[in-house]
């Protein structure tokens, strides 16, 4: 069985789950999210605990067994605490603002680059630092990668816009080989 599929999810009071068919609806301080479970997945809820379960010892079952109780799981976190990723850019004139519901964003091109906010994202801006926030933590997801990918860190100046804590690989320019 799996090892991360049959530990239960625990939640608060604060939490309110319920399962109607096949559509589990998790409730909470932070927002309402919503996931259609597998038919190869039943999902039983007992005294503030979500325990998943996988209907037959296929293969396709058991990876799911693992994937919907994290999928689970993180929806409990999400409307309960919420998720938060930084992006950092590095390099001279490149920032970040925020105007209202959209992102501006100066990084190196000959004009600005706009971003709308998806619903359910709220951003944080400092001029070298974005904050991102949460219930949702595929949706946050998808964003930050989508704003990484408008100028992904080069590895001769590291210039670009890289996620906190990220490990950028460098390499020494033609000079070095001399």
Not at 5 to 25: A, N, Q, Y
Not at 75 to 91: A, E, I, Q, R
Not at 104 to 129: C, D, R, Y
């Amino acid at each position: 069985m799996s090892r991360i599929g049959k530990r239960p999810i625990p939640f608060d009071s604060k939490v309110e789950v319920s399962l109607k068919g096949d559509v589990l609806r998790v409730k909470g301080p932070k927002g309402t999210l919503e996931r259609t479970v597998h038919p190869k997945i039943s999902v039983r809820i007992e005294n503030n605990t979500i325990i998943v379960e996988r209907k037959d010892e296929e293969k396709e079952s058991k990876a799911l067994h693992g994937l919907f109780r994290m999928l689970l799981s993180n929806m409990v976190v999400g409307v309960t605490t919420g998720f938060t990723k930084v992006l950092d850019v590095k390099g001279t004139g490149y920032k970040f603002e925020l105007k209202g519901n959209k992102l501006a964003f100066a990084l190196g091109f000959s004009h600005p680059v706009e971003m709308e906010l998806p619903k359910g994202i709220t951003a944080e801006v400092k001029p070298n630092e974005l904050t991102l926030t949460a219930a949702d933590k595929q949706q946050l997801g998808d964003f930050a990668a989508k704003v990484k990918a408008l100028r992904p860190v080069e590895p001769y100046k590291g210039k670009g816009v890289s996620y906190r804590g990220q490990v950028i690989r460098r390499k020494a320019g033609k000079a070095a080989g001399k």
